[in-house]
């Protein structure tokens, strides 16, 4: 087991990927805490140390850490397309106060690997896989701009922790893709393009509306994949680095609808797209080779096995049966 007695923090743990890294930690031995805020626990296990509390709040963020030999930062205030064009500012304040008095904290208690989960919003806009290196050759696209400069700002600190101290702890950044699959979010005011596809052809809709054109395109990451991945840079590095994670292959929104409605036996659904909502940048795509050589990770799930797994796990979740 790889982590067999490590002590090990998942902050964010009622989210996407907290939820599923926490049943891949206790499957490999590690000694499991988990922070909550408002949400519940999903997943249940007398081996997981819940910790209710607000990393906004520089002394919940100590709490959380002591004993602590690894962090995995999880947690993030964040939402979907329409809440961010709305109020573009919503997400800055609280993510930058989570993560930096994360690391604050994880710095002060003698963490030995903190492994934050950075984003693709930081790059800028190109229609070209984008490699680590190449974050600050242009600004962040538009209607990321908050968000991407946010990110870049905690990249910078990340790497302070991790390269520029005396006594650096070792601390990595992933930047993942849309990454989805079970426990996601599949509120529509919250969600984002691919639950709310699989949730619009559950509830057959007639039409199903889709924002924007249709032509976006994204590398879509299975949930399983991105935990891989986290696994892999919190056993194979001791030093800090910036690591893109993801399928390495991209998908367009109608691609994706059409793999949909045709896995869930919706074919026939028929399409209202809508280009006056908001969406976001037009392309999105990146390039994986660091993360292959420097973890020997590439994703295992393709794009209609993942959406397969998400929609059968969806029904069941909501005890939804197939027409």
Request: glycine share 6%; net charge neutral; charged share 25%.
């Amino acid at each position: 087991m790889l982590f067999k007695n490590t002590k090990v923090l998942v902050a964010g743990a009622s989210g996407l990927i907290g939820s599923n890294l926490l049943l891949r930690l206790l499957n490999e031995g590690a000694t499991v805490r988990a922070t909550l805020h408002r949400k519940d626990p999903v997943i249940v296990d007398p081996r997981i140390e819940y910790v209710r509390c607000d990393l906004t709040n520089g002394a919940d963020c100590h709490r959380a850490v002591e004993g602590m030999q690894h962090v995995h930062l999880c947690a993030a205030n964040t939402s979907g397309a329409a809440m961010i064009a709305a109020t573009p500012m919503i997400h800055v304040t609280p993510n930058i106060l989570i993560n930096s008095q994360m690391l604050e904290a994880a710095y002060e208690a003698g963490v030995e690997k903190f492994i934050w989960l950075g984003s693709t919003v930081a790059y800028p806009n190109s229609d070209q896989p984008m490699t680590e290196d190449q974050v600050l050759t242009g600004e962040p696209f538009e209607k990321y701009y908050y968000a991407g400069w946010a990110k870049r700002f905690m990249e910078v600190l990340c790497r302070m922790y991790g390269e520029k101290l005396p006594r650096p702890m070792t601390t990595i950044v992933l930047r993942p893709t849309n990454v989805y699959g079970p426990r996601d979010d599949f509120e529509f005011a919250t969600s984002h393009v691919i639950p709310a596809l699989i949730r619009k052809s559950i509830e057959r809709w007639d039409p199903i509306e889709v924002w924007g054109d249709g032509s976006e395109v994204r590398d879509a990451l299975y949930v399983d994949d991105m935990v891989e991945a986290m696994v892999l840079a919190a056993t194979k590095l001791d030093r800090y680095a910036t690591i893109n994670i993801g399928l390495g292959k991209g998908h367009s929104v109608r691609e994706l609808l059409s793999l949909i409605t045709d896995l869930d036996g919706y074919a026939q659904a028929k399409i209202k797209y809508d280009p006056s909502k908001p969406t976001m940048i037009p392309i999105r795509l990146i390039d994986t080779a660091k993360a292959e050589s420097l973890l020997g990770f590439r994703a295992r799930v393709d794009i209609r096995e993942g959406l397969r797994r998400t929609i059968e796990w969806y029904r069941s979740s909501r005890d939804i049966r197939r027409p």
